[in-house]
């Protein structure tokens, strides 16, 4: 059974929903699984947005704004849990997640993208955080975050 979190929006919500921090070669954020793939499929063109974003600003917490779903203005947040790419030799075999571990080993690439990785605690941290730190009283919004198992 799926939970389908776009049910549970009203007009005023706020999604913070997880991404990580690898910007593609044609400026979109990657958000190929879970929430991140699910927000870009109802919100056209916020891979890019949040692309330039994180291009800019590094990958950290970014409210996007209000955009429309099915007739409801949705507030929209990033909140980083994984990085964008790391140099190979500071990423123990321990940090890839299972499906990538043999590439990662037999590859002579000098960097893994931070989607192959498990999510980091400090950075999930360092969101909240960053999250706290956003005024969202004019909103008078209800919080709604997802985060990916």
Known sequence: ????VFRHLYT??????TTNGVVKKDGCLVMGRGIAY???????GIDKALGRLVSEGGNRVFYLGDWNYKGRQIGLVSFPTKHGLLKKEDVSIDMVLHQYRDDFLNTNKKYIE???LYSDINLIE???QELTE?????KNAR???FLNR
């Open 114 to 116: 931070g989607w192959k």
């Open 134 to 138: 956003i005024d969202f009283t004019k």
């Open 143 to 145: 919080m709604h975050l």
């Open 38 to 44: 699910a927000v870009k499929q109802r919100f056209k």
């Open 12 to 17: 005023d919500s706020i999604l913070a929903f």
């Open 126 to 128: 360092r969101s909240l």
């Open 1 to 4: 059974m799926s939970f389908d």
